[in-house]
């Protein structure tokens, strides 16, 4: 029986620990290329795009990865800097949490 696993690029907070990317679903062919199975419907909606873009679906699927990989990266460094302020005593309590909300999202 195959046991669940992690999503393509999560993450979890495990005594400072961050689990390694999940690769059992990725065929890798060579150092350049990957096989990646889509849905009938997400490919459909893929080649709708490129299409509408006068785009090839390869480069879109590279940017969509590359957005991806680079939001992962910089919510990991963030999450990093969380949990080094808080290590350090430097938290904000739940009436600043609240007004600070309240600010950035009025009404």
Known sequence: MRRPHMS???CARLDRVIRPLDTRDL??????HMEVDLTSD????LTRLAAEQG???RALV?????????????FVREVEKGLAAADRGELIDHEEIGKLIAERYPG
């Open 8 to 10: 393509f690029f999560a």
């Open 42 to 45: 997400l490919e459909a909606k």
């Open 27 to 32: 065929h890798l062919y060579d150092k350049r």
């Open 62 to 74: 590279r940017e969509a990865v590359e957005r991806l990989v680079n939001h992962d990266e910089w």
């Open 55 to 57: 785009r090839d679906t």
